[in-house]
Nanobody, 115 residues
């Protein structure tokens, strides 16, 4: 059974930091491209950051230079370090693992940026 379990969300003030984690099981993690997506109320889900099996990364423009995605294949875990958070980063953040036609999602973790 495939599971992706996110953790690390919470309430943070503007300018603060959070680190999200996504622990995967039931897949050969090292082969998967992993991504972090987010969905704010009333908006479509968007891809925030992705990391290939080889470690290549990509970011949506609004988070470049603030967020960093990384992976630890020994721990079957992907991370999203989020710095200088803004109120517009408020959303539910979802972890995704993709390999060819296979795609798996976690249940999400809430990130709220507010003073």
């Amino acid at each position: 059974q495939v599971q992706l379990v996110e953790s690390g969300g919470g309430l943070v003030q503007p300018g603060g930091s959070l680190r999200l984690s996504c622990a995967a099981s039931g897949i050969i993690f090292s082969r998967y491209e992993m991504g972090w997506h987010r969905q704010a109320p009333g908006k479509q889900r968007e891809l925030v950051a992705s990391i290939t099996s080889g470690g290549g990364t990509d970011y949506t423009n609004s988070v470049k230079d603030r967020f960093t995605i990384s992976r630890d294949n020994a721990k079957n875990t992907v991370y999203l370090q989020m710095n200088n958070l803004r109120p517009e980063d408020t959303a539910v953040y979802y972890c995704n693992g993709q390999l060819a036609f296979l795609s798996y999602w976690g249940r999400g973790t809430q990130v709220t940026v507010s003073s």
